[in-house]
């Protein structure tokens, strides 16, 4: 009889410790991927019919490039790392003016000598006064070759030396397929992509001196007067620069950016068309670029990038119970057909849960980069308690 007392009273110690035995461990395993892509027929843009291209929406993502992606000569695009490096030795600010060049008589006959090849210049005399600024509107508007070598001599001493400079900024920007030999791109061994063009675009125009130079339309200059940016897309539809460049190895070029509104939101169009020749270079280089930068901007809109209900996360049980977590609102964001967008997760342990129930609120997610849309991840349907042999198992 007391046999009998103590196995009940075993027993029923038994079952009311595994009644109350802590749930099983539910685990949260990410199913969706680190980035979604936008779904939708990827636009077709107006690329280039020949020659290289490539185009982006600075921090939104890139439309990818056209043609063969391998370096070719740049011309007068080289300009602007020569701009580039001139301003972060020598930072303009407030309007000022920087340091001065006083032309030399050996830089006269330089503009006379590169005049006679053909190259462009704008003209200098003995004795004149140039000032950083102007020397840089020199440039980048008219595209002096004779002005790209008196600033990378009065930067480092020497053309080698700046040009130096110029490969260490390019390897810095991780401008791998760049090859500079010359400050102004004269020079057919002066080589770059699209892309790598792309680069020192935005990193350029992130300095308000060069922006602002490169937006201009004209300049003077004190010898020459008057002189006009051959960039002709500036002014028109939104594209404030930035480099022309043309000669019979390179063809036209053009690195350009375009300024345009969506949902409110400023956003720039990057760009950069190298090797056109279908008429005068330069003239095929802006026309090749305004359709590309146009097509591009036009494919730019708020769009659903991922829809409420989509699996984000799989929870399993140590019992081998399982449910789902789904995102709870449609996440819209600003973008294109085919745009692939990093996804991030947040507010959430995925080491493992102890109670699952529908509509549990797990974590959020999160779409995009510099703005994202987020919103929470909730558990759909339930996880069973564990059957009660389940937690006499466990407790043996």
């Known amino acids: 009889m007391l046999s009998a007392l103590l196995l009940l009273t075993l027993v029923v110690a038994v079952a009311a410790r595994a009644a109350t035995e802590a749930p099983p461990l539910v685990k949260v395993h990410r199913t969706l991927g680190s980035y979604i892509e936008i779904p939708g027929v990827p636009p077709h843009l107006a690329w280039p019919v020949e020659g290289e291209a490539a185009v982006e929406v600075e921090h939104i993502g890139s439309f990818g490039s056209s043609g063969p992606r391998t370096p070719v000569p740049i ?155 051959y960039n002709g897309l500036v002014g028109e539809e939104g594209y404030e620069g930035v480099k022309t460049g043309s000669d019979s190895a390179a063809g036209g070029c053009l690195a350009f950016v375009k300024r345009i509104v969506v949902a409110g939101r400023h956003l720039t169009v990057v760009g950069v068309v190298l090797g056109q020749h279908d008429g005068p270079l330069v003239s095929a280089a802006l026309a090749s670029a305004r359709r590309l930068g146009n097509s591009a901007a036009a494919a730019v809109r708020v769009r659903d990038a991922l829809a409420a209900g989509t699996e984000v996360d799989r929870l399993i049980s140590e019992d081998g119970g399982n449910a789902i977590a789904v995102s709870t609102q449609t996440l819209r964001a600003i973008g294109w057909p085919g745009l692939r967008l990093p996804a991030h997760l947040s507010d959430r342990d995925s080491g493992g849960l102890r109670r699952v129930h529908g509509g549990q609120r797990i974590g959020s997610i999160a779409i995009g980069g510099s703005d994202p849309s987020q919103t929470s991840v909730r558990v759909r349907g339930s996880i069973k308690p564990p059957s009660l042999g389940w937690r006499l198992n466990h407790l043996l």
Do not use: C, W
Request: net charge negative.
């Open 75 to 229: 011309a007068s695009v080289a300009k602007m790392m020569t701009a580039y490096l001139t301003l972060e030795e020598h930072p303009l600010t407030n309007g000022s003016s920087g340091f001065t060049i006083i032309v030399t008589p050996s830089d006269v006959l330089e503009e006379q000598r590169r005049a006679a090849e053909d190259q462009s210049v704008t003209e200098v005399r003995a004795g004149e006064r140039l000032t950083e600024r102007q020397a840089l509107e020199a440039l980048l508007l008219p595209s002096a070759n004779n002005v790209a070598a008196m600033l990378a001599r009065r930067d480092a001493g020497s053309i080698p030396a700046f040009v130096a400079r110029m490969n260490e900024e390019a390897r810095s920007l991780h401008m791998d397929s760049t090859h500079y030999t010359d400050p102004s791109g004269f020079e057919e061994t002066t080589v770059s992509t699209p892309g790598d063009q792309i680069r020192l675009v935005e990193a350029a125009m992130r300095n308000p001196t060069f922006a602002s130079i490169v937006a201009k339309r004209t300049s003077n200059l004190p010898v020459v007067g008057e002189v006009y940016n």
